[in-house]
Antibody, heavy 123, light 111 residues
Framework: QVQLVQSGAEVKKPGASVKIPCKAS????????MHWVRQAPGQGLEWMGI????????NYPQKFQGRVTMTRDTSTSTVYLELSGLSTEDTAVYYC????????????????WGQGTMVTVSS | QSALTQPASVSGSPGQSITISCTGT?????????VSWYQQHPGKAPKLMIY???NRPSGVSNRFSGSKSGNTASLTISGLQAEDEADYYC???????????FGGGTKLTVL
């Protein structure tokens, strides 16, 4: 079945970096854009950026530019989110989510989600 | 403060219909038909319920419907059921700064 599987919880010190994998299966990896969304405890959803698994191009909101890097490995159908310069405000569940559009297109609707990776930043 | 405005909470009795609003601007909700709605149960990942304003993904009940008028999108749930109790989030493409903006979320309580 179509699914996205993420890694387990992480605990990081302030200033550190975290790299979260998201492995796709059950569909053609390069046919769907992938987004990353995070959710702080008790808070709403926040979009972190998008990657084209085919060509590797990315787009990040200004808030995260300089701190976030999204990459992909087509040989393993895996996308990665790396966030550097962590602070306590980065404590959140991080989700990868597939765009609903098949091909070089967007609906900006996310039809398949990973199970989430909890990242805790604490000294 | 979220870019899209949703009511913090709504409630309804089983069998009733409720509507959740999502208000933005002409740079997001009002300007594009890329509005989506998500259902999120506690401790779970969000689930796509509506995309492109009014389209339902395969497998989503037809009790869920979406619409838009001006800068406000709406999610209507008819025939409320206990399992509909959850948080609901809207999102939209935006032409300003970030590509995607979310609403702050609405907690639906089924009385």
């Amino acid at each position: 079945q179509v699914q996205l599987v993420q890694s387990g919880a992480e605990v990081k010190k302030p200033g550190a970096s975290v790299k979260i994998p998201c492995k796709a299966s059950g569909y053609t990896f390069t046919s769907y854009y992938m987004h990353w969304v995070r959710q702080a405890p008790g808070q709403g959803l926040e979009w972190m950026g998008i990657i084209n698994p085919s060509g590797g191009s990315t787009n990040y909101p200004q808030k995260f530019q300089g701190r976030v890097t999204m990459t992909r490995d087509t040989s393993t159908s895996t996308v990665y989110l790396e966030l550097s310069g962590l602070s306590t405000e980065d404590t959140a569940v991080y989700y990868c989510a597939r765009d609903n559009c098949d091909g070089d297109c967007f609906t900006y609707g996310f039809d398949i989600w990973g199970q989430g990776t909890m990242v805790t930043v604490s000294s | 403060q979220s870019a899209l405005t949703q009511p913090a909470s709504v409630s309804g009795s089983p069998g009733q219909s409720i509507t959740i609003s999502c208000t933005g601007t002409s740079s997001d909700v009002g300007g594009y038909n890329y509005v989506s709605w998500y259902q999120q149960h506690p401790g779970k990942a969000p689930k796509l319920m509506i995309y492109d304003v009014s389209n339902r993904p395969s497998g989503v009940s037809n009790r869920f419907s979406g619409s838009k008028s001006g800068n406000t999108a709406s999610l209507t749930i008819s025939g409320l059921q206990a399992e509909d109790e959850a948080d609901y989030y809207c999102s939209s493409y935006t032409s300003i700064s970030t590509l995607v903006v979310f609403g702050g979320g609405t907690k639906l309580t089924v009385l």
